[in-house]
């Protein structure tokens, strides 16, 4: 009798170790199952938020290709509205440009401007050659021509700053202009423009610049 209860007392025993080793085994795993999902769902997260902010990105980019925001000071008065600015360029690099911008005002009586002039454009990187390859610069330009608000007409200066991207046909001009415009009997003004410039270059000039580089 004693040995059968003997017998009894270790089986129950060994069946009592062997449960709670698997009980612990199976709760220890538990978390080791869940952490490729919660790398999942990490991998998702960020790419949800990738793909959130692209659209956006995009839209600033198309926004600001088509159309450049500009801030403007007349009569005491702040103003805004939207501007673009086109060009034509001669020279080996286009540098020398005759530029025409359209500006639309929203809070003002004269809401259509027009400015058209020459602009200089100073290539700060050294050691560049004329390329019917995209390159790329920091650039100042500056610039002086004619306005007009259809109303009274006037004179004006401005400095630039920007990446100029360019070869010898084609620009594309990220930059930052500030702009004094002396209008004759009425209210100078003085505007604040940001954007991108789209111009051409060298319409009917051929540069041959594949011909100088083959020789």
């Known amino acids: 009798m004693k040995r059968i209860s003997l017998i009894c007392f270790i089986l129950f025993f060994s069946f009592n170790v062997m449960y709670s080793q698997t009980f612990d085994q199976t709760q220890i795993s538990k978390p080791i199952e869940l952490l490729p999902d919660l790398r999942l769902n990490s991998v998702?997260?960020?790419g949800e938020v990738a793909n959130s902010t692209l659209p956006i990105a995009i839209s600033i980019a198309s926004f600001l290709y088509l159309f450049n925001p500009v801030v403007l000071l007349e009569n005491d008065k702040i103003g805004g509205g939207l501007t673009k600015e086109f060009s034509l360029?001669?020279?080996y690099f286009g540098q020398e440009r005759i530029s025409l911008e359209y500006s639309y005002?929203?809070?003002q009586d004269q809401k259509s401007r027009l400015f058209a002039g020459y602009t200089h454009?100073?290539?700060?990187?050294?050691?560049?050659?004329?390329?019917?390859t995209m390159q790329g610069t920091s650039a100042i330009s500056?610039?002086?021509?004619?306005?007009?608000?259809?109303a009274h007409p006037g004179v004006y200066?401005?400095?630039?700053?920007?990446?100029?991207?360019?070869n010898d046909k084609i620009l594309f001009y990220p930059s930052f202009k500030v702009r004094y415009t002396y209008v004759f009997e009425g209210s100078d003004i003085f505007d604040f423009s940001a954007g991108i410039v789209i111009g051409l270059a060298n319409p009917w000039m051929d540069l041959k610049i594949r011909r100088k580089n083959q020789e």
């Open 105 to 107: 005002i929203f809070v």
């Open 44 to 46: 998702k997260e960020k």
């Open 121 to 132: 454009d100073i290539l700060l990187k050294t050691g560049i050659k004329p390329s019917n």
């Open 157 to 166: 200066g401005d400095v630039s700053y920007g990446y100029s991207i360019r």
């Open 89 to 91: 360029g001669f020279g």
């Open 142 to 150: 500056l610039g002086t021509g004619y306005f007009t608000n259809f």
